[in-house]
C-alpha cells in the first residue's frame, strides 16, 4: 500500500513555513557558497527532483534530507538550534496520573 501523503494545505502554518524559510536557505546558501545542483545531489545522496523540492519547501520531502542539506551547508546549528536536555532526558518511567486526574469514580460514567 503507497504512502499517504497528506496535501500542503493540511500541515499546520508554521511547519509550512518553517520548511519555506529551510528551502530558501538551501537555495540561498548553494548559491552563494557556488556549489551547483548536481553537486549538492551528489553530497546529498538525492536526485535533482528531490533538490527541487527542498528549494521549495515542499513538505513532502523528508525531514532527512532538509537535515542533511542543511548541514552539508553548515546551518544546521543556526536553522535547528538544538533542544534543551531536560525534553529529551529523562527516567524513562510513566508517570500515572493522579486520582483527580482520572476523574474519581465518575469517570466511567461519562
Known sequence: MPKRILS?????????????????????QRLQQRIT???????????????RRLEQGDPSAG????????????????????LPAELWQGTGQRVKPGRQEKGGADAEYF
Open 8 to 28: 500542503p494545505e493540511m500541515w499546520p502554518t508554521l511547519v509550512r513555513e518553517r520548511l519555506a524559510m529551510w528551502g530558501k536557505c538551501i537555495h540561498t
Open 37 to 51: 545542483a548536481a553537486d549538492l545531489c551528489t553530497r546529498l545522496g538525492v536526485s535533482r527532483t528531490t533538490l
Open 63 to 82: 525531514v532527512g534530507a532538509y537535515l542533511a542539506a542543511l548541514l552539508t551547508l553548515g546551518l544546521a546549528d543556526q536553522a535547528i538550534p538544538s
